[in-house]
């Protein structure tokens, strides 16, 4: 096995027992890394619990690609997974957890065993919120179908974690924004995510993580919004006859999706942030923001000039970064009488943003030149630097999905540290 690198530098992998074996895939202790397991993917495609089951040549390093490039998006996003890097071709290194024998299944358009399931609704119905489901990992029962009520009722006991209402919560939430992250990859590439399964896993430290794999098993892909040219595992369910023939075909869709997973880890959209201050004084200020920034990915420089007494320099300014092409959004940080944004927002179509300094004198009444702005100016006002850099953020983010998905993600940890705050003060004042 080659060396892992990164975490891992200059070693051979040396496994240990075997903990775990499915269809597509096995899970071996690493004895000289404590709490890390190897995932080894296999040439083998099954479909219908391995009732249709077949050797696909070429298939563990293409469904390794592809899961290691979706873990990295999301993992950069800032959702926690056990994904902790590629290995080799065929496998990755992950943290152990004891995983939860449950598959969360998000959908954006009926089809499928959903219509199966649901009769009388049409396939393509599209679902706002995605449509969450949850089927008990059950192989000799076809993983039956589960209501949130049955888990909660069922008390599993992952890694000394009881699965009840909490948990539960935050596993629905995280599933919906995992799918929102991915669905907004993949329209970048014109393809639709139609549905998707994915599991969690419990570490050492009692945390729900996204575990398992996210793999050409793992969802729906339909390029164009067309069920025709889906590229997903399907092709291999609907084969009539299993020939060579039919099986190149397979692989090929399988490849096309590995390809282009790569892709998702990009973004064509280039953007920066500009903050322009009054005075070197609000430095600290500035740097906040820019730091802020940092954390969605965004470029951020920092520029000295006061309206007031360089209006010309400040137009000169603004005119360097307006010809580049690069879109580029304008912070004003200006205190006592802020015409810095009111004087960029007047001459620029590029969003502007007051950040003024609030000081504990005159801050109240200062504010008020960044609120009260002429008539025909567009630009906001907001206080915090970190909010300064999020709206930043929100603004590229309608056309850069590594931004938006940042953006998600932060919504989704801030739900989830609110719902555990409140499960454990509940906890204490029983």
Request: hydrophobic share 35%; with cysteine; proline share 5%.
């Amino acid at each position: 096995m080659e060396s892992s690198g990164g975490l891992f530098p200059h070693q051979e992998l040396r496994l240990g027992k075997k903990l775990n074996e499915g269809k597509t895939k096995e899970v071996y202790e690493l004895p000289d890394h404590p709490g890390c397991v190897l995932m080894q993917s296999k040439d083998q495609i099954t479909a219908g619990n391995a009732a249709r089951k077949d050797h696909m040549e070429g298939k563990a390093s293409i469904s390794n690609k592809t899961t290691c490039c979706i873990f990295k998006l999301l993992q950069e996003a800032g959702i926690k997974t056990a994904f902790v890097k590629k290995c080799s071709a065929t496998g990755f290194i992950a943290t152990h957890c004891e995983m939860i024998p449950i598959e969360w299944v998000c959908r954006r358009i009926a089809t499928g065993s959903f219509l199966k399931r649901n009769p009388g609704v049409p396939e393509g119905y599209k679902f706002y919120p995605p449509k969450m489901e949850l089927f008990f990992k059950d192989d000799a029962n076809n993983d039956p179908q589960w209501s949130e009520e049955q888990l909660i009722a069922a008390k599993l006991n992952c890694a000394g974690l009881v699965i009840g209402q909490a948990e539960v919560d935050i596993m629905s939430h995280s599933t919906v924004a995992i799918f929102e992250i991915l669905e907004k990859a993949w329209s970048t590439q014109d393809c639709t995510l139609v549905d998707m399964k994915i599991e969690f896993g419990v570490v050492t430290k009692k945390e729900i993580v996204l575990a398992d794999v996210i793999d050409n098993d793992s969802w729906r892909l339909w390029p164009a919004g067309d069920k025709t040219q889906q590229k997903d595992k399907q092709t291999y369910r609907d084969l009539k006859e299993i020939t060579p023939e039919a099986m190149q075909m397979v692989k090929r869709n399988f490849e096309w999706v590995a390809d282009r997973v790569e892709l998702l880890l990009r973004s064509e959209s280039q953007g920066r942030v500009v903050v322009l201050m009054g005075s070197i004084s609000d430095l600290a200020h500035c740097e906040k923001i820019k730091k802020s920034c940092a954390n969605y990915g965004i470029p951020c420089e920092l520029r000295v000039t006061s309206a007031h007494k360089g209006p010309d320099e400040t137009l000169r300014i603004k005119a360097e970064y307006e010809g580049d092409g690069v879109p580029t959004v304008f912070v004003a940080v200006a205190g006592r009488s802020n015409g810095l944004g009111p004087v960029l927002s007047g001459n620029t179509a590029y969003p502007v943003i007051n950040c003024p300094p609030v000081t504990p004198d005159w801050g109240a009444q200062d504010v008020w030149s960044s609120l009260r702005m002429p008539s025909g100016l567009g630009c906001s006002t907001v206080l915090s630097p970190e909010a300064a850099a999020q709206f930043s953020a929100q603004i590229f983010g309608l056309n850069n999905h590594l931004v938006w998905s940042k953006l998600r993600s932060c919504t989704l940890n801030t739900w989830i540290s609110l719902k555990q705050a409140d499960a454990k003060l509940r906890q204490c004042s029983m």
